[in-house]
């Protein structure tokens, strides 16, 4: 179970907000427990940020008794050095600009402006992304940006501001703003369950085929909860807030360029217990490593080449080695997307060329056609469940992506592992043990007594009436089960 506490001056500078036992003055935090295995999240809202201010020694102590504190030290030395964001606001957001110019005419400022934010909000719409981003790159409480035009509008200064300089409506934007960056804050003590752990599980609600549906969601939540885990959704816009988890669980579509890869990456390095881990989603969302891992290390596939865009015989060579009919694929791609078959010259010509505008690489592979695919849920270095993935009617995918965002699928068949080809699941388990030892979805192709692996996902999908079929809600306690066991082994340490 991770705490928050919220360092202030003085006992006053609270008073306008509601009580909390979480606050704590700087002299409470200094004589206070110096290091305990519980994570702690400290929010440093002392009055002054100067070097070998109260506040620059909270933030200090803090990162020394192994605390995540915000801002760190690190932020605190970054905004005293204005090099690093006297930047042209127009890069960022043309809305911002317009607001700025609008407000700079309406308050007669001479082209000056000062805005809050807190915790990455500003109460101005058209401010929420320029917000957004410096949080990103400056996690503050709250911060003071001065803005000045020069021919574009720039940021002239930033600073920390103590709740004690707000207004009354400033006050009340802090307030809303803690009250989304942290819920811990503001639960009565005794209304809380005392859990063990807590793990962030990240989902993406506007999603269209995310790797878990809603009922599978708060069914990880359910199972997560009897093992004494607080399970808690978060989105993108809680990257700040990880530090206050022991792990975390992502549950939205990976990719290498993407906010799922920077949570990944933020949390191993704040010591969280991660799946999917970065080193898994960099191994797994590209095709061309994954292709040439299998193949060095003899893992059984189809014959796969990897195609350059400036290579002058690639349509020669995959009829030599591969022939017809042949898919084609860029290595990024998800839920069969930037995926095509040619059946001739003309159709690899069409498919390279259209795959060769997204990648500089582009796999062939031979296409093994079977009624379906097998999928082996693999986590920590077993099988935990098997399905078998239908072809769409009429289609040689399993995905068949239509106008706009209609997909459709073909049909399932979930069963135990063990009732699964031992060559199946060997084939699986070989594959994973060059990833990692996280939670993967391994898709194989079987044809008469050929086993071929299609590819390892990082991100597999586990879907209510889907994946948990024969196990049901076994299938999400194997999964918090793992967590649990990872980080009772973290807090040991």
């Not at 949080?135 to 920390?160: A, N």
């Not at 195609?307 to 002058?312: I, N, V």
């Not at 079977?370 to 399993?398: E, F, N, P």
């Amino acid at each position: 179970m991770s705490k928050l506490l919220i360092v202030v001056d003085q006992p006053t500078d609270w008073a306008p907000f509601f009580p909390s036992d979480d606050v704590q003055t700087f002299e409470q935090y200094l004589n206070g427990t110096q290091r305990d295995h519980t994570r702690t999240r400290v929010i440093n809202l002392c009055q002054s940020a100067r070097y070998l201010s109260r506040g620059y020694y909270c933030s200090l102590l803090a990162e020394a008794r192994g605390h995540h504190v915000m801002p760190s030290v690190a932020t605190l030395n970054d905004l005293s050095r204005k090099g690093l964001f006297s930047l042209e606001l127009s890069e960022l957001d043309s809305e911002a600009l317009t607001w700025l110019d609008q407000a700079a005419e309406q308050r007669g400022s001479g082209g000056k402006l000062i805005l809050r934010t807190y915790f990455g909000q500003a109460e101005a719409p058209e401010l929420k992304r320029v917000a957004r981003s410096l949080f990103e790159r400056f996690p503050c409480p709250i911060l003071e940006v001065q803005f000045k035009h020069r021919r574009s509008w720039q940021i002239e200064s930033m600073k920390p501001v103590s709740p004690v300089e707000l207004s009354e409506s400033e006050q009340d934007a802090f307030a809303e703003a803690l009250d989304r960056f942290s819920s811990i804050v503001w639960r009565k003590p005794k209304g809380r369950r005392r859990y063990r752990f807590d793990l962030a599980m990240l989902v993406n609600p506007d999603e269209a085929l995310p790797p878990s549906n809603k009922v599978a969601l708060a069914r990880f939540i359910k199972a997560g909860s009897k093992l004494g885990i607080n399970v808690e959704q978060v989105t993108k816009r809680d990257y700040a807030r990880l530090p206050e988890y022991d792990g975390l669980f992502i549950r939205e579509t990976t990719a290498i360029d993407h906010h799922t890869y920077r949570f990944a990456r933020k949390a191993e390095a704040e010591g969280l217990v991660v799946i999917d881990d970065p080193a898994s989603i960099l191994r797994c969302t590209n095709k061309v490593f994954l292709a040439d891992l299998l193949s060095n290390n003899r893992v059984p596939t189809p014959t796969t080449l990897i195609l350059s865009r400036d290579q002058k015989d690639s349509i020669e060579q995959v009829v030599s080695t591969i022939g017809f009919p042949v898919v084609v694929k860029i290595p990024d791609g998800a839920f069969s997307r930037g995926i095509s078959r040619a059946e001739n010259k003309a159709e690899l010509r069409e498919a390279l060329t259209k795959l060769f505008r997204q990648s500089a690489l582009v796999l062939a592979q031979e296409y093994l056609y079977t009624d379906y695919d097998w999928r082996i849920g693999v986590l920590g270095g077993r099988a935990i469940y098997a399905c078998k993935y239908y072809m769409v009617k009429g289609h040689w995918q399993i995905y068949q992506h239509g106008g706009g965002s209609e997909v459709s699928s073909g049909g399932f068949e979930t069963m135990p592992t063990y009732e699964v080809p031992r060559k199946v699941i060997q084939a699986a388990l070989n594959a994973t043990r060059l990833i990692g030892n996280g939670l993967y979805g391994v898709d194989i192709k079987q044809s008469g007594q050929r086993i071929a692996v299609i590819e390892v996902n990082d991100n597999p999908s586990i879907d209510a009436g889907v994946e948990d079929k024969f196990l049901g809600g076994e299938l999400y306690t194997l999964v918090m089960q793992e967590f649990l066991a990872r980080m009772e082994e973290k807090r040991r340490r």
